[in-house]
């Protein structure tokens, strides 16, 4: 059965990457949440997708460059005026929240443009301390960074994500030692789907927000999808699950 992840949480009706849109998502039956990680000034690891503030709340400049106590006093619902204020998450408050859930947690790190030294160390520590291992998925663009947990901390399962299209990326993530791809929606076909089984390749496309992809990958037997609708993904896939 295709699991569903909410993508930021809820993202498609809930200020993105918020214990409320975390929330939302669990309440509609998602299988699992997605989420992004950034590094304050004061080396807390912060949930937030970009590297500036500026899109999300009604603070300016870099995550980096704000220690977390700056960071929880901005609005990262600034975009959203029928929800109340909402705190930029420590990945701590969510750990904390999720322990006791029967939910994944994909955790992306957001280390491919900007470097943010140990994140992967600092990471690790904490899913130790909350005692995370089987609902944990970690992934990024920064392949490198993967490789490196994947070998001082082969519990965890890693996932590469995908942005260009790529020719035979489970031959890729075999090479590896990889056993999860996350590519763009629009690359992942009934063939590819297909190929990667053979490969014992995982594939979980984002951001599947369209109901004839939702349809399509779901008919072919896909993994998991990421969508910023889980609502209407979960609704579409019980559906066709009882024909």
Request: proline share 4%.
């Amino acid at each position: 059965m295709t699991k569903i992840f909410g993508h930021r949480g809820a993202a498609g009706h809930f200020p993105e990457n918020t214990m409320l849109s975390f929330q939302a998502a669990y309440e509609c039956g998602a299988d699992g949440i997605e989420l992004d990680v950034h590094k304050s000034k004061d080396g807390e690891l912060v949930v937030i997708h970009d590297e500036k503030i500026n899109r999300t709340t009604n603070g300016k400049g870099y995550v980096k460059d704000h220690t977390y106590d700056e960071l929880k006093s901005f609005n990262a619902a600034v975009k959203w005026p029928e929800y109340s204020f909402q705190v930029i998450p420590r990945l701590e408050d969510v750990l904390e929240w999720i322990a006791k859930k029967p939910l994944y947690l994909n955790i992306e790190l957001k280390n491919n443009v900007l470097f943010y030294r140990d994140i992967e160390e600092k990471l690790v520590r904490l899913l130790r301390k909350h005692k995370l291992t089987e609902q944990i998925i970690l992934s990024s663009f920064n392949h490198d960074s993967m490789l490196k947990i994947a070998r001082t901390n082969p519990e965890y399962e890693v996932a590469l994500l995908l942005s260009d299209k790529m020719h035979r990326p489970w031959e890729y993530a075999n090479r590896l030692n990889v056993n999860a791809i996350h590519p763009k929606w629009y690359h992942v076909n009934k063939r590819y789907l297909q190929r990667s089984r053979q490969y014992n390749v995982t594939v979980r496309p984002y951001t599947v927000n369209r109901t004839n992809m939702m349809k399509q990958l779901i008919l072919n037997g896909c993994d998991a999808l990421i969508t910023d609708l889980p609502d209407k993904a979960v609704k579409l896939r019980d559906e066709l699950l009882l024909h």
